[in-house]
């Protein structure tokens, strides 16, 4: 009987588009089972690709803007509109206007990267007649707490003299007064909906600053500064619009974005695969697969926490269908994720190499590591023919 297999990956940070992770794993488990009934559904979780895959899955329009960058330069960027809408409908992301992959590396401190090129990205929206505007959260390079997008859309933030502050999270404890009088006026006609992760916090020992921090180049004292602005942001905030946002859910997202957009946007904060499910159909692709392969650049402690690989494999558990998970590196407690429906998980990586190495040999690695699952699947059916 052939094998039915469902590949849902995420991209990988960095390196792979999560339809080119698709690709490479489509091309190992062949390689083992030739006559594998392949089916593909690359997978975005608000981050890289989240435009681009709603518009092609709803037959809508891409459309490309300069903007600025995360470290001040101008950049190429995009947004879209879905098709099939009544309500004309915007799309973006986040990342591609201030994603990680957009900081050199010589250049990721989060005290200065900046927003405010989302701002931009939903001002062009704007300028071009949306109606509704679905922002995509994830793989930022910044931990402004959305500031930088709020002043691109004219929303003033004020040191105690009056004075504008710069662009970046560590401007924020100098925050004294928000003013919102010159705030794009088009915002008051336009319903924005924001796909992000849930678990995120803006403030506290989890918050945004202390988890995610580092990976954007943040050092130990660095972390700490940023905990303090955003402290300081969250004061203000509830000071001068009477929100309290530092535990809100998703106000931690995108390095705080969740918040900007909440508190001066007025947009509302969804759990994003409640978002990115209305428009690619998962659970049917399921209902027709044997076998679930997903794949993310890290499977650890923090995979639960409403990352694609868990959510692919609750959703097939619904099935009972087993799930095998392929990582770049396996990290801290991944065992964590058996609990979740993750049946085994394998890293691609075959010997010891530096981040660089295994970024640029992804796919070579990726390839190999799918076709190694695959024969292990390949022993199992053996012996269950051989135990009848």
Not at 348 to 358: D, F, G, R
Request: hydrophobic share 40%.
């Amino acid at each position: 009987m052939t094998l039915r297999v469902l590949i849902a990956p995420s991209g990988f940070k960095e390196s792979l588009a999560a339809d080119e992770v698709a690709d490479c794993i489509a091309t190992g488990v062949l390689r083992t089972i030739p006559d594998a009934k392949i089916r593909k559904a690359p997978l975005v979780d608000g981050g890289e690709g989240f435009t681009k895959a709603l518009v092609a899955a709803t037959g809508g329009s891409l459309h490309s803007v300069r903007v600025t960058g995360p470290v001040g330069q101008l950049i190429e960027s995009h947004y879209g509109f879905l098709g099939g809408t009544d309500v004309k409908t915007a799309v973006l992301e986040m990342a591609a206007a201030a994603g990680l992959r957009l900081v050199p590396r010589d250049a990721r401190d989060p005290l200065k990267t900046t927003t405010y090129g989302v701002g931009e990205l939903i001002k062009a929206a704007l300028d071009a007649g949306a109606e509704q505007i679905l922002v995509g959260c994830g793989d930022s390079g910044t931990n402004d707490g959305g500031a930088g997008m709020a002043q691109a859309l004219g929303i003033r933030l004020l040191d105690a003299a009056g004075n504008e502050l710069e662009r970046g999270g560590g401007e924020l404890i100098k925050l004294h007064t928000i003013d919102m009088s010159q705030r794009d006026s088009r915002l008051e006609q336009v319903k924005i909906d924001v796909a992000c992760n849930w678990h995120n916090l803006l403030c506290g020992e989890k918050g945004v600053a202390r988890v995610f921090g580092p990976q954007k180049g943040a050092s130990p004292e660095t972390v700490e500064q940023l905990a303090a602005a955003l402290d300081r942001y969250a004061d203000v905030i509830e000071q001068e619009l009477g929100i309290d946002v530092r535990e809100m859910p998703g106000s931690g997202a995108s390095g705080g974005l969740g918040t900007g957009l909440y508190a001066f946007l007025g947009a509302t904060l969804h759990p994003r695969y409640d978002i990115v499910m209305q428009y690619l159909e998962l659970d049917s692709l399921l209902q027709e697969s044997d076998l679930v392969i997903t794949a993310e650049g890290s499977i650890d402690f923090q995979t639960p926490r409403g990352k694609i690989p868990v959510e692919v494999a609750q959703r097939a558990k619904r099935y009972y269908l087993p799930v095998i998970a392929i990582a770049g590196t396996i990290g801290k407690d991944a065992r964590v994720n058996f609990d979740y429906g993750i049946d085994s998980f394998s890293t691609i990586l075959k010997e010891p190499c530096s981040l660089p190495e295994a970024i640029a040999n992804t796919p070579e690695l990726l390839t190999y590591a799918a076709e190694r699952v695959m024969r292990l699947v390949k022993v199992g059916q053996k012996l269950a023919q051989s135990v009848r």
